[in-house]
């Protein structure tokens, strides 16, 4: 904790000494801060700070592929004559508890998990080469390292690379978001290693996340890293597909013998103001191969104004062999309205419905074996809502803060398994009041 402490706090420094009044050109991203291929690729217009809301800067639909329209570029990341890349980011945050949870741990809240203490969730570098296929065929990759909270995140099935280099019982863990290599000729690519999965609104990186928190979708539903092979054709300026195959959730090693389908397409509108997406996941995730599950997304985002930016989202969820021969489904609905105050300000808002009723995903990182973190019962049987607001300051174009607001609350039966009843407060409450608050500095 010491060190975390000494970190955040050298932070704040840089962030205090980068915070003069920047001219709308110095608000203008860095390179380190646009679109990587960590996320989906999608090819946009070059969007500046001055004329473009903060939030539609960090949507899916108008993040850029490159840094730059010529590799090596000035103003790019570090970059060799090879073609390589260099970058990260570190972040910190802090979340208060209006219930106090003896237990320490905010409930369901995955990522900022922890009532009153610092957290560094994402020390994070990567290694980049991207590649560019405009003029034929073209080889590429790209190698993540994480150290911090969040790496209970990437792997929280416990089925996955990290298991070999962490404990079950640390706080902070060390992890390979991605370890991939790139090809592709003309509008046509493929990605083998591990990568994100392309279902669902929200990301891992904070600076793509209008939020500190993430919603129950991300948390609790989606494939957030899978380890196979992603293909992309772009059709037209406006219309990608994407197809490939898997270990399944998370599961860096294939232990059931059977491989699952990813895919979906993607649609941008000429002007860029419009996108629509739908994903899907569908295989056997357990390890004995037994129960099908199909999962899809659709993410429509919508720029209503040069301030304003409205995002749709919707998931559904189904799996059989539940508990013997048991089937279950799930499914969630999640708004996004965001505005634009200025160059250095904007305001967003979050809220999601969340329903399991048959009690299968909402449990948390401690359920698995000997796992540190929120524990309890195995599965709530009813729906999950919650609401967050909050701001974004940029004082400089490369530090962010994001105080919000979030308040859940739990509409189902009392749990009878494991030791908390009911999700929030030590398992006595249905609902809860948070307020968090965190820092992003981009190198």
Known sequence: ??????????????????????????????????????????????????????????????????????????GCSPCNSLGFTTGGWLQAGITANSQDPQDRFNGPLMTDDRVGELEMNELWFYLERPIHTENGFDVGGRVDFLYGTDWRIVDCYGNGLEDRMNGPRNLYGVALPQMYVEAGVGDFSVKMGRMTGILGYEVVPPMYSFFYSHSYSLCYREPILITGLMSTYKVSDQVSLLAGFHNGYHQFENDNGDVNFQGGVKWTSRSGWTSLAYCLDAGRNDIHALS???????????????????????????????????????????????????????????????????????????NLPDARGWMGAPGYAGSFTELTAGLNWKPRANVTFRPEMRWDWYNGDQNPNGPYPYPFDDGTRTSQLTAACDLIIVF
């Open 292 to 366: 099908d599950q199909y999962v899809q997304s659709v993410v429509w985002q919508q720029k209503l104004s040069c301030r304003w930016q409205y995002v749709f989202q919707s998931d559904y969820g189904f799996t059989n062999g539940v508990a013997g021969d048991g089937d279950a489904d799930w499914y969630s609905v999640n708004q996004y309205l965001f505005y634009t105050i200025n160059t250095k300000w904007s305001a967003g808002m979050r809220v999601e419905w969340f329903n399991d009723d048959d009690g299968t995903r909402v449990f948390g990182v401690g």
């Open 1 to 74: 904790m010491r060190i975390v402490t000494l970190a955040l706090a050298a932070l704040v420094l840089v962030a205090a000494t980068w915070g003069a009044p920047a001219s709308a050109e110095t608000l203008t991203q860095p390179a380190s801060v646009k679109q990587v291929t960590y996320f989906d690729d999608t090819d946009v217009a070059d969007l500046k700070a001055t004329e473009t809301p903060a939030a539609i800067e960090t949507s899916n639909a108008y993040r850029q592929a490159a840094c730059c329209p010529e590799m090596c570029d000035p």
